[in-house]
């Protein structure tokens, strides 16, 4: 059973940096894109960062977060990280970490691209 698990959200003030994991089991995820989302209530979940490793790592950024957030990968522990730094109010979500069923060719900001999702991880910015 595959299973996927985010922590390390919580609080920080607005300029601050945190840094969210999500540990997956139940299958290798090596060559298959991984991906970080966040949502907020009574809004769409919205597309953070992808990740593929194939050889060397390929990432995308949503334009949100490009240059202030940075998604890695550590295969050999089977967990995906997203370190936020300059954080601002606007960035408070729940984030969901996600992995496509099957490896691809290329990054998908789309949802449905994506078939296994952790339960979230709260992150909060205040002002």
């Known amino acids: 059973q595959v299973q996927l698990v985010e922590s390390g959200g919580g609080l920080v003030q607005a300029g601050g940096s945190l840094s969210v994991s999500c540990a997956v089991s139940?299958?290798?995820?090596?060559?298959?894109?991984m991906g970080w989302f966040r949502q907020v209530p009574g809004k769409e979940r919205e597309f953070v960062a992808a990740i593929r490793w194939s050889g060397s790592d390929s990432t995308y950024y949503a334009d949100s977060v490009k240059g202030r957030f940075t998604i890695s990968r550590d295969n050999a522990k089977n967990t995906v990280y997203l370190q936020m730094h300059s954080l601002k109010p606007e960035d408070t979500a729940v984030y969901y970490c996600?992995?496509?069923?099957?490896?691809?060719?290329?990054?998908?900001?789309?949802?449905?691209?994506?078939?296994?999702w952790g339960q979230g991880t709260q992150v909060t910015v205040s002002s």
């Open positions: 996600a992995a496509e069923r099957n490896p691809r060719i290329g990054l998908s900001s789309s949802p449905l691209h994506y078939y296994y």
């Open positions: 139940g299958h290798t995820f090596t060559r298959h894109a």
